[in-house]
């Protein structure tokens, strides 16, 4: 675990609500398959490499987005669909999923037991951060091993 503190950043980003179920079942996928097919259509990105997908968790459903950090943009110059969010400026406890897709639940286990050994709370109601390098993300489909750092927003 490391803590960072991160700037704000406006990204533009699809979005995705429903049930974990709905997820497993492909729906999370389908959402990354748009993405990928728009990326490159995406107006005044900061960085192409690093793909930054915040979400929502709740008790029995979540939000998930998918996107690229991107310098002011209008909405009406985003692909259909697409929309911004602003992130703001926050310090996180960041981790690292290495591994299997299946353990991704583990790796978050782990880190709210960290977190809760070391004292240290959460922010709630914030969005939490995936961030995926773009090839892990071209590789998502095709590969059942999966890379990428988790951001989790914590109490100053």
Not at 4 to 13: F, G, L, N
Not at 34 to 60: G, Y
Not at 107 to 129: F, V
Request: glycine share 4%.
């Amino acid at each position: 675990m490391k803590i960072v503190t991160k700037d704000s950043i406006t990204t533009a980003a699809f979005g995705w609500s429903g049930s974990f179920e709905d997820a497993q079942d492909g729906a999370v996928r389908k959402l990354w398959a748009k993405f990928l097919e728009n990326l490159d259509r995406i107006p005044n990105p900061v960085n192409l490499d690093s793909i930054i997908c915040p979400f929502h968790d709740r008790e029995t459903d979540f939000t998930y987005y998918i996107g690229l950090e991107v310098e002011e943009t209008r909405r009406s110059e985003l692909p259909e669909g697409m929309t911004n969010l602003i992130i703001p400026a926050r310090q996180y406890a960041t981790f690292t999923h290495s591994g299997p897709v299946n353990q991704v639940y583990e790796t978050y286990k782990h880190a709210y037991s960290e977190l809760e050994r070391e004292g240290i709370r959460l922010l709630s109601d914030t969005l939490k951060l995936e961030v995926y390098s773009r090839q892990q993300a071209k590789n998502l489909s095709s590969s059942n091993n999966i890379k990428f750092d988790i951001y989790l927003p914590i109490q100053p």
